[in-house]
Structures are given as C-alpha cells and as structure tokens.
C-alpha cells in the first residue's frame, strides 16, 4: 500500500501532465483557429479589392488583361487569385493556366459567392496538392453575378508564424512542469509529514508507550488534530492508570480475602482466582487442574442452586454462587468451616447429652413433688407448687433443646404426608383455649376452605403453630389471637396475629436469631422458651425431605 506522500505526489504529477498535454494543445488549437480566421478576414478584403477591376475586364471580356493584372498582384499579395464564372468556368488564375483547371461550380466558398454571400472554406488545393485557405465573393453586374473573385493562400504561411509561439510557449511549459512538480513535491511532504507524524505516534502508542504525543502541525486543522489526539492520549493514559490502580486495589483486597473466590467461564473455565482458593483446595496455582468435585459445583449454579457444603479431603467446606450482571460468568465463594463444623457438633452432642441427662433427674423430682403435693398443706402446698411450675419450665427447656439438636442435624428431614388442616387446627387450639380465657383474651381461627389439604409434616408444623400461639398468648395483654389459613396456588399460608405490643421495626430482622429475644425482663417474667431457632429450622427444612 503507499504511503500518504506518494498517494499525493502521484495525484499532483497526474494532473501536472494533463495540463502539461492539454493546454498546449488548446493553445495551439486556439492560435490555429484565430490565425485562419484573421487570414480568412484579409483574403475577403483582399477579394472584394479586386472586384471593380475584374469587373471591368469582365465587361470588355479581355482575359489576357486580367490575367495579366491578377498575376502582379497576387505577387504583390503573396496569395492566390482565381476568376471563376457562373456555370464553374475558370476564367482566370494566378498560378496556373486556366483552359487546364477543372470546374469550380461545386467549390463550398464558390456556391455561397454566387449566392451573393462571401463564402470560405480550407482544403487541400486538388490543382496544387498543399493546404490552402480559400475567400470568395461575388462580382455583381445589375442583379446578376456572373462570375466570383476567390483569393486563396497557403496555410503554412501562417502556421510558420505560430511556430516561435509554439517554442516559446514549450519552454514555459516546460519550466513550469518542472516548478510543480517541485512544488507538488514540497506541499505533499508539508501535508503528510504530520499525518505520518501522528501515525508514528499511534504506533508507539500501540507497542505501550502511552507518554508518546504528537507535534504541532503547518495548517490549523492538523493543529487541531494533533492537539486533540494529545488530549485524548493524555485522558486515556490517565484512565489507564486509574484503571491499573483501581485492578490492583482489587486484587489486592481479592487475594487477602480469606475465603476463596474464583470466577468461572460458562465452560467451566477459570477466569480468576485468589490465593486463599488455591490455598483451601491445595492448588500450586491457576494453572493447576481444578478437581471434579470443584468442577462438579461450578456446574451446580446453572442448575438452579446457590449454595451449600461440600466434603473435601477431610475438609468440611461452604460454598456460594452468584451470577455476574451482564456476563455469562460466574463468581463462587469458598470458605473452611472444619473448624466450626467441628464445633457445632460438639455443642450438638453436649445439647443432646445435657438434655437427655437432665430428663430423668427432672422427670424423678417432678414425680416426687407431685406425691408430697398429694398430702401437703399449707405453706407446703404453695411450696411444692412453685417446685412443680419451674420444674415443667425446665423439662421444656430440655425438650427445646432436643428438638433444636434434632432439626440442626444434619440428615434430618421430614415425614411430608397429606394432611387436613382443619384436624391440625382441632389438635392445636384445645391447648391454648384455656390460657387464652384466663388471659382474658379471645382465641379464633379462620380458615378460606375448610377442607384445605397440604402436603406436609404435621408434626413439625403443630410445634410451629403451638410456638406462635405461646408467644402469642404471653405478649398480648387484652385483645385477641387470630390463625388465619389460607390457600395460595398449591401452598397454603399459616398467618398468626395478636392484638399485643407487636415487634419494633430495628428488631424485626432479628426475629430468627438464635435464642434472641425482644425484651429480655419481660422474657424473665413470663418464662422464655429455646423457640426461635427450632421454629426457623423447622421452616426451612423442607428443601431436606427425600
């Protein structure tokens, strides 16, 4: 492909040449014009000259004499002068006999004459073999023409006038084909030197010499470009450079992360990692094989699921999945939890062991207070009935203990059966009608079908509802409890609201923390119960039944 200057200076050389061949013919062509026009001006001058005396030696028909005058003045006038009469006869010429020249009656300039028009035309003479130019007008006697005075020349005379013309004009042309080309030559380097200038730039910028700038150029528009493409490189070198700054914060905050992050091409390739992902999975770095079980998670977010543990070499490991917004890409989070699994446990089995050494200790000494309730009196009696309500508080608490160990174990799940849900209703709210009454408070239920069936554990969800009520129950002071059924699509919706106090906003988030409570005097004095988290767990577990 050529260059810039190249392009330009062919351009300028094209049309140099064509001018250089184009005008001169025009002007040759034009002085060939103007000088046979100005001949052709004398010639008819010259001819109507001539008419009065052919005209008198055509009256006294004397030939001889007219041959003889013709012959000195076309000498004098360095031309040709024919006599031709009406029917095409020569009747006189200057250069040559006329008894031996053919008829002139078809000549252009001769028929224009003797239709009283001066007429011209230039030709090859048949009679001489050479270019002439020839003027003919008519020699009027009354208002007939009875013969016309043609004058004629060779064109070469004339034409020998334009040659120092032409040579003169040659040189001119000639310098000035070689002062454009020079200046071609010139202004095509003044034009492209900055345009290559600003290619060199583009290239150094190209190859990461983002500091490169262009120089100043000769016009104002490539001023303006150059200023512009420096502006351009400078704001691009400075976002390049927020840009670097802004990816090694980042990773720099990615890879002292303590959990493992990856992301993940829709082909299950690795696009990003930090350290701790290669340190949790024993990976010497991004490059190393990414284990099918890694892989088999990676494939998991497609399927619709987010998150969840995985067992890995002894290692008990949670993981998360997210979608990246505008891209088929996906981030995973991974995180040790050994520890805390480990811990868990313990805590579990210490809560399953307590609970279930405390049943029988609990279980003998309610039994025995029940027996000296049998034959107390007096001050006895209230004192073994305080024994008995704080011994039935602490066999719930141990029975809360137990059911959250039960449902936080893993591998639990629940026993779903088809269940009515007006019988559900039947066996929870006899256990709370009486409380409710001495509470001074109303206890209903509203249910949208009373033939409502749900596919579900209906133990798990007694203990739901008994929890709510309870709750219910102890929190409200005067008003009523209301459980409203209802059905929406293929779930049903379990709703409990009381006329209590009800749950401050900043608190209502907290809800389903572990063994949280919203006022902890109130709790003390009403007796709280282990009921928000086996509540939560026994929400959330349905994803667990097989």
């Not at 079980?293 to 699921?305: N, P, S, T």
């Not at 293929?490 to 919203?518: C, H, M, N, W, Y």
Request: charged share 25%; with cysteine.
């Amino acid at each position: 492909m050529p260059s810039l200057f190249r392009s330009i200076v062919r351009g300028y050389l094209w049309i140099i040449l064509l001018l250089a061949v184009i005008a001169p013919l025009i002007v040759f062509s034009s002085l060939r014009s103007a000088f046979r026009e100005r001949a052709t001006e004398d010639l008819i001058r010259s001819a109507r000259a001539l008419v009065p005396t052919v005209d008198r030696y055509l009256a006294n028909d004397d030939t001889w004499g007219m041959d003889s005058v013709l012959s000195v003045t076309a000498s004098d006038m360095d031309a040709r002068i024919t006599v031709i009469g009406r029917d095409g006869t020569v009747f006189s010429d200057s250069e040559k006999d006329s008894r031996e020249m053919e008829n002139h009656r078809t000549r252009v300039e001769v028929i224009s004459a003797f239709n009283g028009i001066p007429g011209s035309s230039s030709r090859n003479s048949a009679t001489l073999g050479r270019e002439m130019i020839y003027a003919a007008v008519p020699v009027f006697q009354g208002d007939s023409i009875p013969a016309v005075v043609r004058t004629s020349l060779f064109f070469e005379s004339h034409s020998a006038m334009v040659s120092p013309v032409l040579a003169r004009m040659a040189l001119i042309i000639a310098a000035a084909f070689i002062i454009s080309v020079v200046s071609a030559w010139l202004i095509s380097r003044r034009i492209s030197r900055p345009i290559a200038d600003l290619a060199a730039v583009a290239d150094r910028v190209t190859g990461g010499d983002l500091g490169a700038r262009a120089a100043p150029g000769y016009t104002l528009e490539q001023n303006a470009l150059a200023k512009t493409l420096n502006q351009t490189l400078s704001k691009t070198e400075d976002l390049i450079g927020e840009l670097s700054a802004s990816d090694n914060r980042s990773r720099a905050i990615l890879h002292s992360m303590s959990e493992g992050v990856v992301v993940v091409s829709r082909d299950d390739r690795i696009l990003l990692a930090n350290r701790a992902f290669g340190s949790i999975f024993e990976l010497s770095d991004s490059d190393s094989p990414v284990p099918g079980e890694i892989r088999e998670i990676f494939g998991r977010l497609q399927r619709g699921k987010s998150g969840g543990k995985l067992d890995y070499q002894g290692k008990v490991i949670a993981w998360t999945a997210a979608s990246v917004e505008d891209s088929e890409d996906s981030v995973f989070s991974f995180r040790d939890i050994t520890q805390e699994f480990n811990l868990s446990e313990i805590k579990r089995n210490f809560a399953v062991n307590v609970s279930h050494e405390l049943r029988t200790p609990l279980t003998a000494i309610k039994g025995y207070a029940e027996t000296l309730k049998e034959e107390s009196e007096g001050d006895a009696d209230v004192y073994l009935d305080v024994i008995l309500r704080n011994t039935d508080r602490l066999i719930a608490l141990v029975k809360d203990i137990q059911i959250l160990s039960e449902v936080e174990r893993e591998g639990s799940f629940l026993k779903l059966e088809v269940t009515r849900v007006d019988d559900l209703m039947k066996t929870v709210l006899p256990l709370f009608q009486a409380s409710a009454s001495s509470a001074g408070l109303t206890l209903s239920c509203d249910l949208d079908k009373p033939d409502l069936k749900v596919r579900a554990d209906g133990y798990r969800v007694e203990q739901i509802l008994v929890n709510l009520i309870d709750n219910a129950i102890k929190y409200t002071e005067e008003g009523g409890i209301e459980v409203r059924v209802s059905s929406r699509g293929a779930l049903a919706v379990f709703a409990v609201s009381d006329t209590g106090r009800g749950i401050p906003e900043d608190k209502q988030q907290r809800i389903f923390e572990r063994f949280f409570v919203v006022d902890r005097s109130r709790s003390r004095k009403m007796g709280a119960q282990v009921w928000a988290s086996p509540s939560q767990s026994t929400l959330w577990k349905p994803t667990a039944a097989p």
